[in-house]
């Protein structure tokens, strides 16, 4: 780690306390680079938003890829002061950057009631074992639209 990632994860952090002040959400901030220069960031808007999905990694991963006009980060390093739950996990890995380095474990979350372990659980668990009912419905309709995906000549792939 160099001088460099360490103001990164600075500014990662002081984003998360910034976020907590402002009673925004979760204590939490991201940060996103490119060419060694701050192109995003985010603290968590959750509950100041009524949007669970406003994690701070997310947050800073929208403004990122929409000021880069693109849906990955390939060229990015993401600082977050937290490591990600399984949400911003399946985010970043979308997104794909070069990089990520994070502050406070998963453990240290729990420590503070940020328990993501149940999630963790939850994906392990054959579907009919979840807490929350899952039920397969139009699955005929459904795979028209995939068929016609797979034929559509003029798609983006990703």
């Known amino acids: 780690m160099t001088e460099r990632d360490e103001f990164f994860m600075k500014r990662a952090i002081a984003l998360a306390e910034e976020g907590m002040n402002a009673n925004a959400g979760g204590p939490f901030g991201a940060v996103v680079v490119k060419d ?57 890995y979308w997104t794909r950057p070069k990089m990520v380095y994070f502050g406070c474990n998963r453990e240290d979350a729990a420590a503070i009631q940020f328990d993501d372990q149940f999630i963790y659980d939850e994906i392990d668990k054959d579907i009919d074992g979840r807490q929350i009912k899952f039920v397969q419905l139009a699955r005929k309709d459904a795979l028209e639209v995939f068929n016609a995906w797979d034929a559509k000549q003029d798609k983006k792939e990703y």
């Open 36 to 92: 060694d220069e701050i192109i995003a960031e985010g603290y968590n808007r959750v509950t100041s938003t009524n949007d669970p999905t406003a994690h701070a990694e997310v947050v800073a991963i929208r403004e990122a890829c929409k000021k880069l006009n693109n849906f990955e980060l390939t060229d990015c390093t993401i600082y977050t002061s937290c490591e990600p739950c399984p949400m911003c996990l399946g985010a970043i």
